[in-house]
């Protein structure tokens, strides 16, 4: 009988950098252009454009995509049973950008803090569950 060589076992070590799929990349660059050209469209009011709103666009589209792909690299590093701490940081991201977007055009600051609130507690309740029962650990 001919014998074959075991498996070689891989073992993860705790501070390896994840690399990136092309889904984790692209995502957050998709929503950050589309978060980007939303801003700029609300805050011009259906008037011209102007350097203020394509520079306000920019901006926000690319700090709401680094903001993306930094929780979702965070959240995979953090596997394990901190579902507060994940669905927290997807959730105050979620209020704060819509609330900001709903500051943009001209609402009063009290709407914007209670959309903001209410879509940062449904998330929070909506990630707590994804990753609640995606757990091995449950």
């Not at 589309?34 to 926000?60: H, K, M």
Request: charged share 10%; aromatic share 12%.
């Amino acid at each position: 009988m001919a014998q074959h060589a075991a498996p070689a076992h891989r073992r993860r070590t705790g501070g390896a950098a994840l690399s990136p799929t092309g889904a984790a990349v692209v995502l957050p660059a998709l929503t950050g252009i589309a978060y980007g050209f939303w801003a700029a469209t609300v805050q011009r009011y259906g008037g011209e454009i102007t350097g203020g709103n394509i520079a306000l666009g920019l901006v926000t589209g690319i700090l709401v995509a680094a903001l993306c792909f930094g929780i979702h690299h965070w959240s995979k590093q953090r596997a394990g049973r901190h579902f507060l701490a994940r669905a927290g940081t997807w959730a105050a991201f979620a209020g704060i950008a819509v609330g900001f977007l709903h500051s943009l055009a001209d609402g009063a600051i009290l709407w914007s803090v209670v959309l903001g609130g209410v879509v940062a507690a449904s998330s929070f309740v909506a990630v707590y569950y994804r990753y609640y029962s995606a757990s091995e650990y449950v």
